[in-house]
């Protein structure tokens, strides 16, 4: 059986304000998290929870992957927006055009988000957070559709798109050109082999489809640190 996509993890400098930040802006609940750091468990159909880890590093590049949050009318965009900036966020330029009308935003520690405008058709049937946008390869959907499961939605001209078959928000990669990589991720994937699984087994099975183990300086833990073939960091936790 293939892993969970137990959670989307921050690198964070202030875990406790960012995860009120967060959870103010989707509405979630916080709860203890089993490897430390703080955690906000779904309370919608995204099937996997926010955990932000205590970290020293400062962010200095933009992510390589950020929440697109959906609109259904242009006041609840507006809505979304006053609230994230009550909540600590705030406007970026990231090199959007004039003419979009999507929302750049910041959440308190700079990681990049964007609150779609109403009508966005490739969203239209996901809810809050319509997806979580990367920067990616082709190739990395496809490693990504076999290592969760998940089948591909979207394959067109090597941008990529997958989502569980039981809902919640599109994983989509854009394709080339990627841009450079100037630090280790502040956001990352956490998998967990479902109970009863072996995680040596799925981390075997991670490296058949082109994932690698690699050193990040963690020390011991029960978690295994691991890259896709893109050489975006992720954890395989034990099963949960």
């Not at 959007?96 to 109403?118: S, T, W, Y």
């Not at 966005?120 to 990504?144: H, K, M, P, R, V």
């Amino acid at each position: 059986m293939t892993s969970q996509l137990f959670a989307l993890s921050f690198d964070a400098n202030d875990p406790a304000r960012l995860a009120d930040f967060w959870g103010g802006v989707l509405g979630w609940q916080q709860a203890d998290d089993p490897d430390g750091g703080v955690a906000l468990v779904p309370s919608d159909d995204t099937g996997f929870r926010l955990r932000f880890l205590a970290s020293r590093e400062q962010k200095v590049v933009q992510n390589l992957m950020h929440f697109d949050l959906t609109s259904a009318s242009l006041e609840q965009q507006q809505e979304t927006v006053a609230k994230a900036l009550a909540l600590g966020g705030r406007h970026i330029d990231v090199g959007q055009l004039p003419e979009e009308e999507h929302v750049v935003l910041a959440d308190p520690e700079g990681n990049e988000f964007c609150v779609i405008e109403p009508g966005n058709n490739f969203l239209a049937d996901c809810g809050f957070i319509g997806a979580l946008a990367s920067d990616g390869t082709q190739q990395l959907g496809y490693f990504w559709s076999e290592a969760l499961g998940w089948p591909l939605v979207w394959d067109q001209d090597q941008e990529t798109a997958i989502r569980s078959p039981h809902g919640g928000p599109k994983l989509t990669w854009g394709g080339p050109p990627l841009m450079p990589r100037a630090q280790r991720n502040r956001l990352h994937f956490d998998l967990a082999p479902p109970i009863g699984g072996d995680q040596q087994a799925e981390v075997d099975r991670l490296v058949s489809l082109g994932a690698k183990r690699i050193d990040i300086g963690q020390g011991e833990g029960t978690w295994v640190v691991m890259a896709d073939p893109d050489g975006n960091e992720f954890c395989v936790l034990t099963p949960r």
